[in-house]
């Protein structure tokens, strides 16, 4: 469990939010789909499987990312990130966006899905709220 809970932190600063961008796999940016949907807030998810490659091993990693529409005022999104090797969850990231922040967001995933340099902004944009605590709550499911 130690090193399931190491590496969901790394997973957490690292590649969530963009920082050891050239130290593994990224994620795929989400889809047309995904973003006309957190833009509107309708119900959607959709699945990424991907690989990373740390201490010299490879893992596989899916998340599941969903947008479940308004609760409490705010738009509200998850992503559940699997180890493919580890039967259970083994972390969730829950975000409540303003409309203001969503519409945003939807509007970066859209330019980033055509531009390096756009996806470079939306990653950032998503990492700043992924930080922010007012925003997003992460829950590290690694915890004995």
Known sequence: MKFLRLFF????IGF??????DAVSRRPLYSNDYAHRLDVCGAYQE????NIREAGQILNLKTSESVIGIRGGKCATRSVIYLRQYPRPIGEIQCYFTEKQRKNLAAKITAALNSP???QLYR???AS????????KI??????
């Open 139 to 144: 829950l590290d499911f690694t915890e004995d």
């Open 124 to 126: 950032q944009t998503y």
């Open 47 to 50: 699945n990424y499987f991907y």
């Open 117 to 119: 340099r756009e996806e």
């Open 16 to 21: 969530f939010t963009g920082l050891c961008a």
């Open 129 to 136: 709220y992924v930080r922010d605590p007012e925003v997003c």
């Open 9 to 12: 932190t790394f997973l957490i």
